[in-house]
């Protein structure tokens, strides 16, 4: 029904056909309002449901209640409040009746803005696990002009409240997203923050919440001495002890290098903690501060501390001991670190040619000797850690589809393990971080099978060939869109950037790949971490294998359902006033 505007108010029936008809749909300011006449009085709300937009005046009003009949959401009619959470709040308006006509004011003002609205309704989504609420506050925020760090702050705040555990995937997702946002595109950036804040969700879900040690009362312990006391702590597992020395050194306002060091020295006092997880969490921790603000290190950085207490060793493990004890080994290398060091001080390192192969090497005494003699030469150890890290990106570039499919995760571990020692060496520079690539280049050994024989890597193409860079672009998601398609989608990756195309659009692809799929924790730090590695490198070469790395993972991980994806849409064409209803449907 058209409406006759009146001041704030619009016309939109006479009473009488109200009371008639029960409910009138009426057109105000653009907005579509459902009008009800329900025990003697008239109410006014937003036509669509909350949910998913139904047309409330197909639902039924009883006992004060207005029921949508596509899910059943019901509303408190004069308020508008729901007793369903998942369904949001329906907007309600004023209501007046003059002179036998019923007006109703389609813009009134509104007690909270639309960033407090939703604000609120992301805390609704991330309590309840629900991913609808999730996506559409995610664009509501977005669309009231929220900066995308508040709303990484929101998530990294409850993930890090309400898992007992401490960090974990969810936050881990949720880190990586915020990193990799800027080489998105523009609908891709919302999409990877509803992407990271659901597995935050979904992680939290059904989970007790954490509760704080508190920090020592002393102000004045030096900095060795609470790292020593940390690294004990973490030794003996106490992780209630560990958190209280932590939470002690940041209240003494130590740097966040040197608070990264002290983690960093604990999650490399033994091998490879829980399959590089332990210290890649570390990494991601002091990211995710990169992003939402040193000021909230105390509530981030203790939830790392079971983690690294509880870890598993592994020099535990057979696979370090025998047929070749390399914890032993190491061990040895590392009772030599502060002489290799001292030895390199003052001196320039650059690295051989063919250093990567010999890190690729089949024999650890090779492998070590490579990294001792770097050392001593003066490679710091971001420099080393930066070799490593791309020796273990070719392993994934590599990998032969012969293999196991669990398999991907075993080179996929060393590649992200590297990383972050990687990252943590830009950061701190510790000495102990030596020792995290020492773990990682043993690990780059370890997989050396994985790469028997070793899959190739694309061939260049011919000069006279006749696909162009969008052709590459196209097939590396239509690689993505059929199961197994794993060299074809190296192929487009090498072949796109081969000819000139724009890395910027190559990794807008691939992300734009990553977040259609229900992807799991280890794809989305396929992606992160391929990103990382890219973005600090020169050499084409390198940066072309990379993407080959990344551009295989994925596709082996490809195609999904896509549940999360269909449930983005939604919320976007909700948000876009879409219909998602459509009357008659099967």
């Not at 070749?324 to 650059?350: I, P, Q």
Request: hydrophobic share 40%; with cysteine; charged share 30%.
């Amino acid at each position: 029904m058209a409406s006759e505007s009146r001041g704030d108010f619009v016309r939109a029936c006479a009473l009488d056909e109200l009371k008639e008809e029960g409910r009138t749909l009426v057109t105000g300011e653009g907005t579509p309002l459902a009008v009800f006449y329900h025990e003697d009085e008239v109410f006014a709300t937003d036509n669509r449901c909350p949910h998913m937009g139904f047309p409330l005046t197909d639902g039924s009003v009883e006992d004060g209640v207005l029921t949508c009949h596509w899910h059943h959401a019901r509303f408190e009619l004069s308020c508008g409040d729901t007793f369903d959470p998942w369904a949001d709040d329906v907007r309600t308006y004023p209501v007046e009746v003059r002179d036998g006509d019923v007006y109703v004011n389609p813009d009134p003002e509104r007690d909270e803005s639309p960033a407090e609205r939703w604000a609120a309704r992301l805390e609704d989504g991330l309590e309840r696990n629900l991913r609808l609420v999730v996506a559409k506050s995610v664009l509501g925020l977005a669309d009231a002009g929220v900066p995308s760090a508040e709303v990484v702050e929101t998530g990294v705040r409850f993930g890090a409240r309400y898992r007992e555990a401490g960090w974990g995937p969810g936050l881990t997702v949720l880190t990586a997203m915020a990193n990799v946002r800027p080489h998105l595109g523009e609908e891709d950036r919302t999409r990877a923050l509803y992407q990271g804040l659901a597995e935050v969700a979904n992680d939290c879900a059904d989970e007790p919440p954490r509760f704080d040690q508190e920090a020592f009362g002393a102000r004045d312990v030096s900095y060795d001495r609470l790292k020593s006391w940390f690294r004990e702590n973490v030794e003996v597992r106490d992780a209630d002890g560990a958190e209280r020395v932590l939470r002690t050194a940041i209240a003494n306002d130590c740097s966040d290098a040197r608070v990264a060091e002290m983690l960093a020295a604990a999650a490399t006092d033994h091998r490879y903690l829980n399959a590089g997880h332990t210290l890649d969490f570390v990494n991601k921790a002091f990211e995710a501060l990169d992003t939402v603000g040193w000021d909230h290190a105390e509530a981030v950085l203790p939830t790392l501390v079971r983690g690294l207490a509880t870890a598993a060793r592994a020099e535990e493990q057979s696979s370090w001991r025998q047929p070749v004890d390399l914890a032993s080994m190491l061990e040895e290398t590392f009772d030599e670190l502060d002489e290799l060091v001292a030895a390199g001080e003052s001196k320039s390192w650059t690295a051989p040619e063919e250093f990567t192969e010999t890190l690729l090497a089949d024999d650890p005494e090779t492998v070590y000797s490579a990294l001792t003699t770097a050392i001593a030469e003066g490679a710091t150890v971001a420099e080393l850690a930066s070799e490593v890290a791309y020796a273990a990106g070719t392993r994934v570039a590599r990998f032969g589809t012969v293999n196991e499919f669990s398999d991907w995760n075993t080179v996929h571990h060393t590649f992200t393990y590297a990383n972050a020692v990687h990252r943590l060496a830009r950061r701190t520079g510790a000495t102990e971080l030596y020792r995290g690539v020492f773990d990682a280049a043993t690990n780059v050994y370890l997989d050396r099978f994985l790469n028997t024989p070793p899959a190739p890597i694309p061939d260049r193409p011919d000069g006279d060939a006749d696909e162009g860079t969008e052709a590459h672009l196209d097939g590396l998601l239509a690689a993505f869109d059929a199961e197994g398609r794993v060299d074809a989608a190296g192929r487009h990756a090498a072949q796109f950037f081969d000819r000139g195309g724009d890395p910027a659009r190559l990794r807008e692809r691939l992300g734009r790949g990553l977040l259609r799929e229900d992807a799991g924790f280890h794809t989305f730090q396929a992606l992160e971490a391929g990103f990382s590695q890219i973005d600090v490198r020169d050499d084409p070469e390198e940066i072309r294998t990379l993407f080959v790395a990344v551009a295989r993972y994925l596709a082996a991980h490809f195609p999904t359902r896509r549940e999360r994806e269909q449930t983005f849409t939604i919320a976007a064409r909700l948000h876009r006033g879409e219909t998602i209803h459509e009357a008659g449907g099967d």
